[in-house]
């Protein structure tokens, strides 16, 4: 009954999409009133309804209802209540209903919050949104109803994959559709913009805040992911360039150059056609994303499904969003002209520069994800396109990119000074290269990736610090002065030089967990040692025992280092009966400084077992930093400048005074 | 500069910015390139040695020994069979008769992994291994585990 609830509710919520996708942009072209308020109502609506079918399921999962097909692959009567929650979207059709909720979701959000939006620009946003929704809704109901019934009912369902039974994964999807969501609501003021053939400042001033709570969500999501791969899958590494993990880097990236390129249309008025166009382009890579990861069309991980038909469906949704979008926008773009210029050498020219670079690095994702298929579709060759395409594709971006990232906040818009900018940047570079030749005398292996590396880092940590010590005017003026500037700093200001350092933090995690890092794989008896950096493992051997719903053998170290006791590490290899399935619970003894990490295999036949042992120097940094970076971007959305509807002009004054 | 220039000139920085990004991808994927092989192709057109690919068929039953950390077993369509020897821990879902793909060289008719592959669903059968199954002709539909 529940169940024939949430799927006539999901049908309604179609019908509502399809007016709100239809009668609101003809009442826009019309002037009327009348028809444009509809959209607000229509999305509500369209709210209610989607999150009463994501009642309906969540409700299916809870009480074990094993007559839904969706409940009976993939529950378990005895899992945990948190799994019961999470497993609603573990799966192909509930995870699309969980985008379906948050694109309802954040329609409503538009809905709710736009009233000092113009009515045409916000019916117009409404409509666009019904649209992805539309096609979202018909791609449930067509191809993947969650609430398909089965009779008869098993006696009990088939229980959810393991490795899924953990809530650094059971949260990663959730956070990862936030993100790629939350870029819907840019590309919809895109899509509305275009329609109207305006830009303003006061539409940035609508789709930065999306967008930064948008990228904010994408970065978690990552973070988690890549964290969950850390720990979970037992290889010690944190990202493989698998397809999936690109297909959420792709927007990510775009997005943050889209952030980016947003400041500048609500300062200076100029990009608009450019952002407008990274807006388009960053949803269609976030479709593009969910089509890879849920067409099946690359083996993956996360491909649930290989269904010909879903394939074929978010193909087609893909083409009209992006061929439609693009057109659109071939079409109309000359209408957006820019209100200011600005030099080459000026705030605004550090955020083309940004741009350039993550948009260049966007597209070398994208055609190291997408070649193998193109190369199978062409000439039935089978290849793939592992880490070593992507460090040596992506480094060229990036090293310029972190340097770009010191001088860009310090350039003044609309013309900068580069001979100044580099005397206030004198220390940073001070350190760096300090860092750098440390660094280089030090390392016994290594030494010029590190040096250069390290020097980068160092410059990206230092430069952040000296942009905030400049706006406060530190060591220059009276410390009262610094103190009332530090007062009244504003928040978008402190977000900024946050994520910027988040950078910095990350780069240094990889750089020195990628550098320094220590791999040791053997067969191990027990009473044997083995050094792994600066630290000594002994094993004592490995027992087996009986879990909750597992079988484990569980190995036991003893870690020393100069012969003093540091931790004792028991890794084990886990054997679940239902679904039957193996999984690795690696040791990991996280600190600031490093990691040591370590796996216990399957035994050998003569006594002894395989065995895998690292030492990662800064690793934890990777997602430290992603926090950082997420936290700034949280922190900027907090600021009452970004505030929809917080009066502007009033902090123009403080923003002059700030140097901003 | 006029506007128009101006929007000329960034127009073509940022196909300036696309074409070195789509150049260094080119040359990086040329070099880092890794093909796909089934054992049937590997006996017919054997990869040049020290040449990275990807071994995928299935582990054949009853081919795997362990000496130590080091691994032997079989990779097999069904047709003909190559011989694998892998250092390290395998993958939780390794078995025999299931999927796998490896990648590393050829070294003397038997293939040297750098790393095996086998992905994380009891009842994936990975693409490229199905495929080689129907090249070598025993594939049936649905038999997939």
New interface residues.
């Given amino acids: 009954m529940i169940a024939e609830l949430g799927h006539f509710a999901l049908i309604l919520a179609l019908g509502v999409a399809l007016a709100q996708a239809s009668l609101p942009l003809w009442g826009a072209a019309r002037g009327d009133r009348g028809l444009m308020a509809f959209a607000g109502s229509a999305a509500l609506t369209q709210f209610l309804l989607v999150a009463l079918a994501y009642g309906a399921l969540t409700q299916a999962f809870l009480g074990s209802d094993f007559s839904v097909i969706n409940v009976a692959t993939n529950s378990h009567s005895q899992k945990p209540l948190l799994y019961k929650i999470t497993g609603v979207w573990g799966n192909h059709e509930g995870s699309l209903l969980l985008w379906a909720l948050i694109l309802a979701l954040f329609g409503a959000g538009v809905a709710a919050f736009g009233a000092n939006l113009p009515p045409s620009l916000k019916a117009r946003v409404l409509a666009v949104q019904a649209m992805i929704a539309l096609g979202f809704l018909a791609f449930i109901l067509f191809t993947s109803n969650p609430f398909q019934r089965i009779d008869p009912p098993p006696a009990d369902g088939n229980g959810l994959?393991p490795?899924l039974q953990d809530p650094g994964l059971a949260f990663h999807p959730p956070f990862l559709y936030l993100g790629y969501v939350g870029f819907s609501i840019a590309f919809a003021f895109a899509i509305a913009a275009l329609i109207e053939g305006r830009v303003d400042p006061a539409w940035a001033r609508w789709v930065r805040p999306w967008t930064l709570a948008a990228w904010s969500f994408l970065t978690v999501g990552i973070a988690l992911g890549s964290w969950w791969a850390y720990y979970e899958l037992?290889w010690g590494g944190y990202w493989f360039w698998d397809p999936v993990e690109n297909a959420s880097l792709m927007p990510w990236l775009a997005g943050t150059a889209l952030l980016h390129s947003a400041t500048v249309v609500e300062k200076r008025e100029a990009l608009k056609a450019?952002t407008v166009l990274l807006a388009i382009l960053t949803f269609s890579l976030s479709l593009l994303g969910t089509f890879l990861v849920r067409s099946g069309v690359l083996?993956?991980?996360h491909a649930f499904a290989t269904d010909p038909a879903r394939g074929l469906f978010i193909l087609a949704f893909l083409a009209v969003t992006v061929g439609g979008s693009l057109a659109l926008f071939a079409a109309r773009a000359e209408a957006l002209?820019?209100r200011s210029?600005f030099a080459a050498l000026s705030r605004e020219g550090a955020l083309?520069l940004n741009n350039?670079?993550l948009?260049?690095?966007a597209?070398?994702v994208l055609?190291?994800t997408l070649?193998p298929l193109f190369l199978d579709a062409l000439t039935g060759?089978?290849?793939?396109?592992?880490p070593?395409?992507f460090h040596?594709?992506l480094a060229?971006?990036f090293l310029p990119l972190a340097i770009a990232l010191g001088f860009g906040p310090l350039l003044a818009w609309k013309r900068g000074d580069l001979p100044a900018v580099t005397r206030r940047l004198g220390v940073a570079l001070g350190v760096a290269l300090a860092v750098a030749l440390i660094t280089l005398a030090l390392a016994d292996r290594h030494a010029a990736l590190g040096a250069i590396g390290l020097g980068l880092v160092a410059w990206a940590l230092t430069t952040p610090l000296v942009e905030l010590a400049e706006r406060l005017r530190l060591f220059r003026a009276p410390l009262a002065e610094s103190w009332a500037r530090l007062r009244i700093l504003p928040r978008a200001a402190w977000g900024m030089s946050l994520a910027h350092f988040g950078v910095g933090l990350m780069a240094m995690g990889v750089v020195a967990s990628e550098a320094w890092q220590t791999e040791r794989?053997?067969?191990l008896r027990p009473g044997d040692a083995v050094a792994v950096g600066p630290y000594k493992f002994d094993f004592k051997g490995a027992r087996e025992l009986d879990g909750p719903n597992y079988l484990a053998l569980r190995g036991h170290f003893e870690v020393t280092r100069d012969g003093r006791p540091v931790a004792v590490m028991e890794p084990e290899?886990r054997r679940y009966p239902v679904?039957?399935?193996?999984?690795?619970e690696a040791a990991i003894r996280p600190r600031l400084t490093e990691d040591l990490y370590a796996?216990v295999?399957?035994p050998?036949?003569?006594g002894?077992f395989?065995?895998?042992l690292y030492h990662k120097p800064l690793v934890s940094w990777i997602w430290l930093g992603a926090l950082v970076m997420a936290t700034g971007g949280a922190l900027s959305l907090s600021d009452r400048r970004h505030r929809v509807g917080a009066p502007v002009r009033a902090r123009r004054a403080a923003q002059a005074a700030t140097g901003d | 500069?006029r506007?128009k220039h101006?929007?000329l000139s960034?127009i073509l920085?940022?196909l300036l910015?696309?074409g070195?990004?789509?150049a260094?991808?080119l040359?990086?994927?040329r070099?880092?390139?890794?093909?796909?092989?089934g054992p049937t192709e590997v006996l017919a057109k054997p990869p040049a040695a020290e040449k990275r690919f990807?071994l995928g068929g299935l582990v054949e039953e009853g081919s795997v020994q362990?000496?130590?950390?080091e691994i032997r077993f079989r990779v097999t369509d069904t047709v003909n069979a190559i011989p694998v020897v892998y250092?390290?821990?395998?993958p939780?879902?390794f078995r025999e008769k299931q999927g796998v793909v490896a990648?590393g060289h050829l070294r003397e008719g038997v293939f040297v992994a750098a790393s095996v592959l086998a992905?994380?669903?009891?009842t994936y059968m990975?693409?490229?291994v199905a495929?080689a199954l129907k090249k070598a002709g025993h594939w049936k539909e649905g038999g997939g585990s």
């Fill in positions: 994959n490795l037992g450019w083996t993956s991980v002209v820019a210029w083309v350039l670079l948009g260049a690095m597209a070398t055609l190291g070649y060759d089978k290849v793939s396109v592992g070593p395409f040596a594709a060229p971006s794989i053997q067969a290899t679904p039957p399935m193996t999984t690795t796996v295999g399957e050998d036949g003569e002894g395989a065995t895998r | 500069m506007p101006r929007r960034l920085s940022a910015a696309l070195a990004a789509v260094v991808s040359t990086a994927l070099d880092n390139l890794v093909f796909f092989f990807r362990r000496q130590g950390a250092r390290g821990i395998l939780d879902l990648e992905k994380h669903d009891e990975p693409r490229e495929d």
